[in-house]
């Protein structure tokens, strides 16, 4: 599976914008598609998710104001981001699970884009 991120931009506080992923290779095989955010010195971070059912989830801090979206294929996700504040400032980054289970094990294999930049001014 690969991902590829766009969207990112520099935008103003209370200002909107929407990232896209897009997938390619096994999309079939992808069960939960998730956008995650990373600033310098900090752990990344979960920032909403949406299983292979369609439903979303949310952290708290993006709860009301970020909508996720998938299409049935898998192949593209959405994160449209609104209301913007200068700590949603980060590296935006689209992952997609592959549960693999087998009779020993289940075994969740990650894939990773490479992310695009999101930059909220005041």
């Known amino acids: 599976v690969q991902l590829v991120e766009s969207g990112g931009d520099l935008a103003q506080v209370g200002g909107t914008l929407r990232l896209t992923c897009a997938a390619s290779g096994r999309t079939i095989d992808i069960d939960t598609m998730a956008w995650y955010r990373q600033t310098p010195g900090k752990q990344r971070e979960l920032v909403a998710s949406?299983?292979?059912?369609?439903?979303?989830t949310y952290a708290d801090s993006v709860r009301g104001r970020f909508t996720i979206s998938r299409d049935s294929a898998k192949t593209i996700m959405y994160l449209q981001l609104n209301s913007l504040k200068p700590e949603d400032t980060a590296v935006y980054y689209c992952n997609a699970r592959v549960r693999v289970t087998t009779i020993e094990a289940v075994t969740d294999l990650n894939y990773w884009g490479q992310g695009t930049q999101v930059t909220v001014s005041s």
């Open positions: 949406v299983d292979s059912g369609g439903r979303p």
